[in-house]
């Protein structure tokens, strides 16, 4: 096999430990082919295998993909049928190739808001992967940063009345383990593809400090390459995280 040159130019002593993706225009890149929308997310949960491989070889340890919002409950019906079912059978068909592969999955978001066979799948590979180690694959599903944040408000306030928390206790990193991202690093790097350049409520205090990449590449056309693109665009970034 040829060895893509941007691999090349990677740096592995400055691979991130934490990237995460806000995969966005699978409905225009099925538009310009004359195809449903469907067909689009079909297309992207290719690319979305492909950037678990890449992470997976590159020693990224941690992989959060944005695959269903709070606010995408509005779109039409037919859709979320159709998303629901492919996210599902996605799980059924990888679930071996994660768990040979070292890749442990998680979910965030309100899962009990999802249609029960899709419910079950996550379970079942959840389950199954929760020995690994090599990769942390975080799959954002009916999630909402806002919501996140107002929950784990609530989680700590709740503490504070039973009086197993002090006011005085509650700081930035106390905060941070009632997120539903508490045992995870903070994003080091996250893309938005199709050339929109927003966050779309996607954990919204993991990012302060983190890396934004956008290209106008439609997730669905998303390539290793175009992952390690992003990836040397970061090593070359100079993080100060506020200090100098
Ligand atoms: C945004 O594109 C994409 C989504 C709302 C769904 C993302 C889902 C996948 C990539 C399917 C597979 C996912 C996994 C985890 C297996 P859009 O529909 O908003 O596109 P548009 O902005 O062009 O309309």
Request: with cysteine; glycine share 6%; hydrophobic share 40%.
């Amino acid at each position: 096999m040829i060895m893509s040159k941007l691999l090349e130019q990677i740096d592995k002593d400055k691979i991130p430990v934490h990237v995460a993706i806000i995969m966005d225009g699978n409905g225009r890149w099925a538009k310009k082919q004359q195809k449903d929308r469907l067909f689009g997310h079909n297309r992207g949960a290719q690319s979305v295998m492909h950037v678990v491989e890449a992470s997976a070889d590159l020693g990224v340890g941690y992989l959060t993909l944005y695959a269903f919002s709070t606010e995408n409950w509005g779109r039409p019906q037919s859709e979320i049928k159709g998303l629901m079912s492919l996210l599902g059978k996605f799980l059924k068909s990888e679930a071996q190739k994660l768990y040979k592969n070292n890749i442990r999955l998680h979910t965030i978001g309100d899962i009990g808001t999802l249609p029960l066979p899709l419910q079950k799948a996550i379970q079942d590979v959840k389950k199954k992967t929760e020995c690994n180690t090599r990769l942390h694959l975080i799959i954002a599903l009916s999630y909402g940063s806002r919501a996140e944040i107002v929950q784990a408000t609530k989680l700590i306030a709740n503490e504070v009345k039973q009086g197993h928390l002090d006011m005085a206790q509650i700081d930035e990193s106390l905060f941070a383990q009632y997120l539903e991202t508490a045992d995870f690093p903070d994003p080091d790097l996250l893309i938005r593809t199709s050339g929109e350049q927003r966050v779309s409520n996607f954990l919204l205090y993991q990012i302060s400090y983190s890396e934004l990449y956008f290209t106008n590449i439609e997730w669905p056309d998303f390539s290793k390459d175009d992952y390690y693109r992003a990836l040397i665009s970061f090593q070359t970034r100079k993080r100060t995280c506020g200090k100098i």
